[in-house]
């Protein structure tokens, strides 16, 4: 892992779109609506150097928006919206070139409005009208160089995922690595029945792999989908590769003690929750010497304040999901006492791709060993890690904490 942050052009841009996206407002939500909301008027002000255009809505909209390039376009993507505007005030003016309406599938639809070349969105905000009927979409576009355009967009591809398939190409989508512990020659633990953890995570990996994909909004990576061995670095080095949104490490432990059972949400700190996390990390990062592949070097490459506010920003994010992950798991399968715990795994280290490790219950307990086994429980366990996925990937679209 020595190179792993010296000599990587993708973690620059990707950090400083960390920073900056920050304070980028790109999702605004409401509370869902049941019925669909009214766009009672729609009008383009400005001339080329400078546009507005203002949304009248019978209610508070959900609505995002991102940048394409080529031509440079703005997309603003309502849920649930019904166009009744006089079209004749929305027609294009000065720096807004076009003005085109799509369907996006579900209940989305995209207002995309084409720019007289390059813009900067300086706003896109939603108000409460005054007199208290419905509210007003409001976004003002500034004439900008296509050095800005670009900044904007790399910041948008570095902090958001746009997840319709096939309509904003210029946009990767949520990335998602699921690392199933173990393999080839490191079998993991073994279960009361002699089930190994290298098997049942595999299983259960390209279960939640597939269960993703029928979603048809994520890109999905395996470190590993056959039973090989594959060291914890190259692990890390296969979730960075893919630039993942999200590092999920599947296992299945056993220990001594046999009534312990229950999931756990593990993160990385350097200082463990508690012992028998602390003594988890140190089995899991064994697992290359106990395959004979000595010790890989310790990660100490990652050092400055400017990798230290990145490790700082991937943490929070790893935090943010593990909450959601907990929350979810839970309404879903049994879990441990305090179930979200924290120690120094290797596996979770990647400066840059927020990560978690989910230890789905105990191979040393009978009754929990007999779920893994059992797919409709794995199935329920994968709905559980889904939703937080779902979660998590809307919350880092709009995210401004
Ligand atoms: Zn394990």
New binding site residues.
């Given amino acids: 892992m020595a190179s792993l942050f010296k000599g990587s052009p993708a973690l620059a841009p990707r950090m400083f779109g960390w920073l900056v996206g920050l304070a980028a407002i790109l999702l605004m939500s409401s509370a869902a609506h049941a019925s669909p909301i009214q766009v009672e008027g729609l009008r383009v002000v400005g001339d080329a150097s400078r546009a507005r255009i203002v949304m009248d809505v019978s209610d508070s909209p959900d609505l995002r928006w991102f940048l394409l390039r080529a031509p440079h376009r703005l997309v603003l993507e309502l849920t649930d919206v019904e166009y009744l505007h006089d079209e004749t005030a929305a027609s294009p003016r000065g720096l807004i070139t076009d003005i085109a309406f799509t369907d996006a599938g579900g209940a989305k639809s995209r207002m995309i409005v084409t720019g007289e070349g390059a813009f900067v969105v300086e706003n896109v905000d939603i108000m409460k009208n005054e007199d208290g009927a419905g509210y007003r979409v409001v976004v003002d576009m500034v004439a900008g160089s296509d050095r800005q355009f670009e900044a904007a967009l790399a910041d948008q591809i570095a902090t958001t995922s746009v997840t319709s398939a096939g309509q904003a190409p210029d946009v990767p989508r949520f990335t998602i690595v699921i690392d199933p ?2 393999g080839g020659a490191d079998s ?2 073994r279960g009361v029945s002699g089930v190994l ?2 098997t049942i ?1 595999l299983a259960f990996g390209l279960e939640l792999k597939k269960a993703l994909e029928d979603l048809d909004r994520y890109d999905v990576h395996m470190t590993r989908d056959r039973d090989r061995f594959l060291r914890l670095d190259e692990r890390v080095r296969i979730a960075r590769r893919h630039e993942a949104d999200l590092f999920i ?1 599947i ?3 056993a220990i001594r003690h046999r009534d312990v059972r229950g999931a756990t949400v593990y993160t990385v700190s350097e200082t463990p929750s508690d012992a028998a996390s602390a003594a ?1 990390a140190i ?2 990062n064994l ?1 290359d010497q106990l395959a004979g592949y000595g010790s890989p070097e310790e990660s100490d490459e990652v050092s400055g304040i400017l990798a230290d506010l990145v490790r700082r920003e991937t943490d929070g994010f790893s935090l943010r999901f593990a909450n959601a992950l907990v929350d979810s798991l839970s309404s879903e399968i049994a879990m441990i006492k305090n179930p979200h715990r924290f120690a120094g795994f290797q596996v979770l280290k990647a400066p840059d791709v927020p990560s978690v ?1 989910v ?1 789905l219950g105990y191979l040393s307990n009978a009754a929990d060993e007999a779920q893994l086994r059992d797919v409709e429980w794995r199935a329920q366990a994968t709905a559980g890690i889904v939703g937080a996925i779902d979660r998590f990937a809307g919350g880092r679209i709009g995210s401004t904490e």
């Fill in positions: 512990g173990h993991g633990a953890e290298k995570t490490s296992h299945a432990d988890k089995r899991e697992a490790l230890e």
